[in-house]
C-alpha cells in the first residue's frame, strides 16, 4: 500500500503575500492501492465522487503523460481543516501528483511535480512548501516555478488558532484593493527581505519588527472573527502573529513560552506545532 503524508502549510507570512509559505507538521495521510474502480475512504459525502481534488490531480498527471489511467482505492487520514489557510487543498493536489508519479514508474522530478502542482492550483505558494517542507519562498519564470527553501530555526515554534467559520478564497480575494500606494508596497519589500534571515536565527524579536503588512492583512482582519482580539493577546506575550494563508486560521509564532489559555476566547481549534518536512512517499 501505498502512503503518502503531506504537511500543512502557511502561506503569506504576514509580509510575505503569494510569496512565502511554510510547511508545519499538522498532515494529511493519504493511502492508496490499485483496483477495478476509483473507492473513497475517508471523504465527506459530498468530496467522494468524481469531482474529488485528489483524484482529478491524479488522473491530470497521466493525461498529461498520455497514459492510460489505473485506478485506484483511496483512503485519507484528515488533519488539516478544510477552507481555512492552511493549505487542505494543497495537501490533496501533492498527494494526487506524486500518487501518479509513483504509479508510472517515477518519470517526473519533484521539480517537475511541483510545476504540474502548481498549474492545477493556480499558485506555488502553499505547495510548494507542502512537496519541498521549511520555508520556501517561490516564483513564476514564464512557465517555470522557481523555489528557494530556506532553513528555519527549531527554536521557533507556532500556534494555529482556526476559526469554526471558513473563509472562502474568493471572498478574502475580493477584499484586496486593485491598488496600492508606494508606500505600502515598500514597507512590505522592505520587511519580506529579512524574513528569511530572522527564520533561520530563530530571532522572534526581529519577526515582531517584520510582520507589520500592509497589503492583504488590513483588509482581511475585519473578515476573521475575534482576529484583532487574539492579535492583542500575541502583541501583549511579545509573539508574532499574521494570518494563515487567506484565513480564517491565524498563526502565532513563539520561542521558549506562551500562554495558551489566553487564546481560548472561542471554540477556535487551537494547534502547537513545529516547522515541517518534505514529502513523505513509503510503501508499506
Not at 97 to 115: Q, R
Not at 148 to 155: L, P, Q
Not at 254 to 277: A, H, M, P, Q, T
Amino acid at each position: 500500500m501505498l502512503h503518502i503524508k503531506v504537511n500543512a502549510t502557511s502561506a503569506n507570512l504576514c509580509v510575505g503575500f503569494d510569496t512565502l509559505g511554510i510547511a508545519l507538521d499538522l498532515a494529511n495521510d493519504f493511502y492508496f492501492e490499485p483496483a477495478d474502480k476509483f473507492y473513497y475512504e475517508g471523504f465527506d459525502l459530498e468530496y467522494a465522487n468524481d469531482n474529488n481534488l485528489l483524484k482529478t490531480s491524479y488522473e491530470y498527471v497521466f493525461k498529461l503523460l498520455n497514459k492510460k489511467i489505473i485506478p485506484l482505492r483511496m483512503k485519507i487520514i484528515s488533519r488539516i481543516p478544510i477552507s481555512r489557510g492552511l493549505g487542505s487543498s494543497s495537501t490533496l493536489i501533492v498527494a494526487g501528483v506524486m500518487a501518479a508519479n509513483y504509479y508510472l514508474n517515477n518519470p517526473l522530478s519533484k521539480d517537475e511535480c511541483l510545476k504540474i502542482a502548481t498549474n492545477i492550483e493556480g499558485h506555488p505558494d502553499n505547495v510548494a512548501p507542502a512537496i519541498f517542507g521549511g520555508l520556501v519562498a517561490s516564483f513564476k519564470v514564464g512557465d517555470d516555478i522557481k523555489y528557494v527553501k530556506y532553513d528555519v530555526s527549531n527554536t521557533l515554534k507556532f500556534m494555529t488558532i482556526s476559526p469554526s467559520e471558513m473563509l472562502e478564497t474568493k471572498k478574502s480575494r475580493e477584499a484586496l484593493p486593485q491598488s496600492y500606494q508606494r508606500a505600502d508596497v515598500v514597507n512590505n519589500l522592505s520587511r519580506i527581505v529579512n524574513i528569511p534571515y530572522a527564520f533561520k536565527n530563530g530571532d522572534l524579536n526581529l519577526i515582531n519588527d517584520l510582520f507589520n503588512d500592509k497589503i492583504h492583512e488590513p483588509y482581511r482582519m475585519g473578515l476573521i472573527k475575534n482576529s484583532y482580539a487574539f492579535k492583542d493577546i500575541a502583541n501583549k506575550q511579545n509573539l508574532a502573529f499574521c494570518i494563515s494563508g487567506s484565513g480564517s486560521t491565524m498563526l502565532v509564532i513563539y520561542k521558549d513560552k506562551i500562554n495558551v489559555d489566553e487564546f481560548r476566547i472561542d471554540d477556535s481549534v487551537i494547534n502547537l506545532l513545529n516547522v515541517g518536512k518534505e514529502v513523505e512517499i513509503t510503501n508499506e
